[in-house]
């Protein structure tokens, strides 16, 4: 489920919110409205997908990938006690990657939106900074 939601300054957060996998819905729209590339949408939507910084030169997007901590642990197993998280940042949008088990950082991106008053580029990394430290 996609939900786009207007920030401080002109910041939109697109809110990508799956269930498991990206929905071939979501995936087109992704592609469609908001120009993201295929690529960049794997290395969102793999739940195997390592801590890492990318930059696609040819589309200007950025991609943060983030191992945050579940929400709720099923069991004692330590290989499923953290999930990866994804950002992009293409122009003046922000774009979070989460499942049912991620999906709470939203609430860590709105409260630091409020926080952060610098300019666009600036608070961007901010919040997503930010973020990782509520983490």
Known sequence: MINSQLLSQD?????????????DKDRTELIEKYELTNEILDYADDTNERARLEFDEHTNTFLIVFNVQRETVIDDSLSDITLPVSFAIKDDQLFLFTNN?????????????NHFTG??????WEIIFNTFDQV
């Open 11 to 23: 910041l939109t957060l697109i809110d990508i919110h799956s269930k498991e996998n990206l929905s």
């Open 101 to 113: 088990d991620t999906h709470y950082l939203i609430d860590y991106i709105t409260k630091a939106d």
């Open 119 to 124: 300019d666009l580029d600036d608070r961007i």
